[in-house]
Each structure stands twice: as C-alpha cells, then as structure tokens.
T-cell receptor, first 112, second 114 residues
C-alpha cells in the first residue's frame, strides 16, 4: 500500500463547477497535510495546509481533514481554466518532516 | 529576494559522466531537500539536510551524493550518470524541521542522461 494515494485523473470539470480532489494516507499518526499546485513544467506551489480535523477555507479553496478515516480533500469552488494543473497531496507522518511523502498527484482540467 | 534558485535549468549528459546540481536560498532557512520527480511517481526524496553541517538519506539516495556547503547552498552530485537518473530535480527548503512548516521549491533542473 502506498503511503499517500491520489487518483491520477484527469479530473475534468466545467468552468464554474466545484472540483473535488481526494487523498488518502496510511500513517495514522500523520501530523500535517499540504496541497500543492503544479503547472506543467513548473515547480510545486503551496495552496493549502491543514493540521486538525475539519475544514479550512481560503478564498475559493477548502481543505478537509478526517484523521479517523485517514483522508484529506481539497475543494475548489467556481473552478477556472487557470486552475487546470496537477494537485499534489503531501503528508508529514509521525516520523517527522524528514519523512514527508507526496502523492503522485491528480491532474485537473477545467473546461471553459 | 530570489528565494530558491537552481542551476543549471537543463542538462544533457552521457552515461558515465558526472555533474553537480546547485541549489541556493536567500531565505535563511535551516533545512534543505533534494527531490526527483518522474512521471507517475510523484516527488521522491533523495537527500535532505536538517541544518548546516548535517545530511541524511531519503527514499532514493543510490547514485547520488550531497554537500551542504553552508547555510545557503546544498548541492547534489551524480558521480556516474545513468539513464535511470533522467528526471526533473527539485530543491526545496523549510525554515526549520517542524511539522507545520511549509516547503518552498526551486524552479527545477531537467536532466536527460543518454
């Protein structure tokens, strides 16, 4: 079982819709969770971080964490073509930041 | 501030050649990382440096060496390049090795080994 799993996609949504991206992780003691956006040919950039159960909202982005079910999700409201990118989930496990693990990413396509 | 810089941006090597990838940061961050990114594999940690003067292996260290030259610079060396090392290499930094810190990535180096 991979430590961090994401559906590779592509996930296609129409412009203006809500995009829902999911990530599951295996280490129950994981402490920190991050969502990065990566445009083709570019480096990852941080979108959201979340550390405790529940929802965290920042503009059009909402991160959701459920430690009991070991999943973290990212919702993008009012999706725009500029949101088309690969979204990487990163998890800091109980071993600490030196063990940070990335998922393989979900490719999102927002159709105008 | 330039943030995290990497040189070169792109490199072509022949099998068996050596090269050093350079990473520098001007954010006064303590910890630095080297990742490789391959299609379908995500980001995999090669080596990291928790602080100046220390280095440790990550998930895929074979075939690589690193040097934390000072607080600003962290280099990655391929002594004898192999086609399997064709990849995009990213350097990243965090202010300190704490679980709520965020990583900052450099622009990447694309390496092709023939």
């Amino acid at each position: 079982q991979k430590e961090v799993e994401q559906n590779s996609g592509p996930l296609s949504v129409p412009e203006g819709a809500i995009a829902s991206l999911n990530c599951t992780y295996s280490d129950r003691g994981s402490q920190s969770f991050f969502w990065y956006r990566q445009y083709s040919g570019k480096s990852p950039e941080l979108i959201m971080s979340i550390y405790s159960n529940g929802d965290k909202e920042d503009g059009r982005f909402t991160a959701q964490l459920n430690k009991a079910s070991q999943y973290v999700s990212l919702l993008i409201r009012d999706s725009q073509p500029s949101d088309s990118a690969t979204y990487l989930c990163a998890v800091v496990p109980s071993g600490g930041y030196q063990k940070v693990t990335f998922g393989t990413g979900t490719k999102l396509q927002v159709i105008p | 501030n330039a943030g995290v810089t990497q040189t070169p941006k792109f490199q072509v090597l022949k099998t068996g050649q050596s090269m050093t990838l350079q990473c520098a940061q001007d954010m006064n961050h303590n910890s630095m990382y080297w990742y490789r990114q391959d299609p379908g594999m995500g980001l995999r940690l090669i080596y990291y440096s928790a602080s100046e003067g220390t280095t440790d292996k990550g998930e895929v260290p074979n075939g690589y060496n690193v040097s934390r030259l000072n607080k600003r610079e962290f280099s990655l060396r391929l002594e004898s390049a192999a086609p399997s090392q064709t990849s995009v290499y990213f350097c990243a930094t965090i202010p300190r090795l704490a679980v709520q810190e965020t990583q900052y990535f450099g622009p990447g180096t694309r390496l092709l080994v023939l």
